[in-house]
């Protein structure tokens, strides 16, 4: 990844954060947004995002993507690009992972020890 786009993937996950916190209506948990990845052209933003519970997640990523060009429209006099880039919003299910290979590594020592 370029300075470039690391600069705007860095600013847009700040940015994306307060509006979703400030101007989203999201009932029932906390949205974390965990990384935002820009294309080389700057056309295409990826996000991802986690929840708190993450029984959740489902229906946030609905609300987000029914929200994104609203979530665009802010960013516009927030940001100096020639075009915004497209909001494409993901599950971030890294913890997930992490905690499911925690859990199964757990469960094989408590296994060898028996």
């Known amino acids: 990844m370029?300075?470039?786009t690391e600069q705007v993937s860095s600013e847009?996950?700040?940015l994306i954060s307060q509006i979703i916190e400030r101007?989203?209506?999201i009932p029932g948990c906390f949205v974390t947004?965990?990384?935002v990845s820009v294309t080389?052209?700057?056309?295409i933003?990826?996000?991802n995002f986690t929840t708190i519970p993450d029984t959740h997640e489902?229906?946030?990523l609905k609300i987000l993507k029914s929200n994104s060009q609203s979530i665009q429209k802010s960013l516009k006099p927030k940001i100096r690009f020639y075009t915004i880039p497209q909001l494409r919003f993901f599950i971030d299910d890294g913890d997930k992972k992490r905690r499911n290979v925690s859990e199964a590594l757990d469960q094989i020592?408590?296994?060898l020890k028996n």
């Not at 080389?40 to 056309?43: A, G, H, R, S, T």
């Open 33 to 35: 947004i965990t990384n």
């Open 12 to 14: 847009l996950l700040n």
């Open 40 to 43: 080389p052209d700057l056309k």
């Open 45 to 47: 933003a990826n996000i």
């Open 2 to 4: 370029s300075k470039r």
């Open 58 to 60: 489902n229906q946030v």
């Open 109 to 111: 020592q408590n296994e």
């Open 23 to 25: 101007e989203i209506e």
